[in-house]
């Protein structure tokens, strides 16, 4: 149900900036999509689409990078990623990561944790009767 929210909020912030921006139409948004927030990336498209039909951004192309989940154990020093496993059990309750190295759980989190739009490609009313 998470994934439905983060679609909500992308589809408002989307459509502010649109807005703000005095767009005709937004052709591509781009969204950084962690592994932490345990948020499927095929279903925010489509419930993304979905909040954005009918509206200046209808036709956007939507691209979803994924990011690992990158962290810094404070026992170890071990810094990379750390793997996120993809189980729906973690929508229910939370993924507590270990390190891989030691198997301590004090992490500091470096990436990975992020829903967020990166850019917004927006065109006005002259370029897009152009395009």
């Known amino acids: 149900m998470h994934d439905v929210a983060a679609a909500q909020q992308i589809a408002a912030t989307v459509l502010q900036t649109a807005n703000e921006q005095e767009a005709e139409l937004v052709r591509r948004i781009e969204i950084a999509l962690g592994a932490m927030t345990m948020i499927d990336a095929e279903q925010l498209e489509f419930w993304l689409k979905q909040g954005l039909r009918g509206t200046v951004a209808d036709d956007a192309t939507i691209v979803i990078e994924q990011m ?31 390190c ?27 370029i897009a009767d152009e395009a």
């Open 68 to 98: 690992p989940l990158r962290a810094r154990c404070r026992s170890c020093k071990y810094e990379g990623e750390i793997e996120v496993p993809d189980d729906p059990i973690y929508h229910l309750m939370p993924f507590v990561p270990t």
């Open 100 to 126: 891989p190295e030691c198997g301590a759980d004090q992490l500091e989190v470096l990436g990975g944790a992020e829903c967020v739009v990166r850019s917004i490609r927006v065109s006005d009313a002259e």
